[in-house]
Nanobody, 122 residues
Framework: QVHVVESGGGLVQPGGSLTLSCAAS????????FDWYRQPPGKERELVAS????????YANSVRGRFTIARERGALYTVNLQMNNLKPDGAAVYYC???????????????WGRGTQGTVSS
């Protein structure tokens, strides 16, 4: 079983920054993808940024140039989402999603965290 846990949410003023962290643990052989999603109040969940096992990154148009997803140095199964110049529409619950291969079972896993709240308000 693989667990994914987010941390780092909080309150920030418009134009401010937050860094979210996503850590995966458990029976992991490899992780193919880490994705960050967000779900604003009353809206659907949307993909914000992706990080592949090869280090490739992809971003939603709405955050490109302001958000950066990267693996934490020295931590193979942790990725961070640096969010700069946050706008009011950035207020959401941010979810991390990890996909990969189990170490013991060699069966693919697809795990979600419980989310962390990011609030953008003056």
């Amino acid at each position: 079983q693989v667990h994914v846990v987010e941390s780092g949410g909080g309150l920030v003023q418009p134009g401010g920054s937050l860094t979210l962290s996503c850590a995966a643990s458990g029976d992991i052989f490899s992780i193919n993808n880490f994705d960050w999603y967000r779900q604003p109040p009353g809206k659907e969940r949307e993909l914000v940024a992706s990080f592949s096992g090869r280090g490739n990154t992809n971003y939603a148009n709405s955050v490109r140039g302001r958000f950066t997803i990267a693996r934490e140095r020295g931590a193979l199964y942790t990725v961070n989402l640096q969010m700069n110049n946050l706008k009011p529409d950035g207020a959401a619950v941010y979810y991390c999603h990890g996909k990969g291969l189990g170490k013991t079972t060699l069966v693919g896993f697809d795990s979600w965290g419980r989310g962390t709240q990011g609030t953008v308000s003056s």
